[in-house]
């Protein structure tokens, strides 16, 4: 059974950084797609970034590049979310996930199927 946990979230000044991590387990094929989500009180799901194990090809959100970066251990199985000059507007609970189809890079929340509990990000002076 596939499983995300995600880690990492916190309080934060404005200009602060935050690294989130998200283990993955359950794992059985060779080749898959992670996504990390955000969500704030009121607003939709919004894509933040996505990854592909196998290659490595990497997107962003507009509003998170230059700013936030995503990266991979594959023999940890786990993906990290580096979030640095961290704004109000970034306050969220973050999600990772994993795409339904491996090939596809997406950060359109419905192209993303297993979703790990969510963990908390505030923005805050």
């Known amino acids: 059974q596939v499983q995300l946990v995600e880690s990492g979230g916190d309080l934060v000044q404005p200009g602060g950084s935050l690294r989130l991590s998200c283990v993955l387990s359950?794992?059985?094929?060779?080749?898959?797609?992670i996504g990390w989500f955000r969500q704030a009180p009121g607003k939709e799901r919004e894509g933040v970034s996505c990854?592909?194990?196998?290659?490595?090809?990497?997107q962003y959100a507009d509003s998170v590049k230059g700013r936030f970066t995503i990266s991979r251990d594959n023999a940890k199985k786990v993906v990290y979310l580096q979030m640095n000059n961290l704004q109000l507007e970034d306050t969220a609970v973050y999600y990772c996930?994993?795409?339904?189809?491996?090939?596809?890079?997406?950060?359109?929340?419905?192209?993303?199927?297993?979703w790990g509990q969510g963990t908390q990000v505030t923005v805050s002076s």
């Open positions: 359950g794992f059985t094929f060779p080749n898959y797609v």
């Open positions: 990854i592909s194990n196998s290659d490595g090809s990497i």
């Open positions: 996930a994993t795409a339904r189809n491996p090939f596809v890079y997406s950060l359109v929340w419905r192209d993303f199927g297993s």
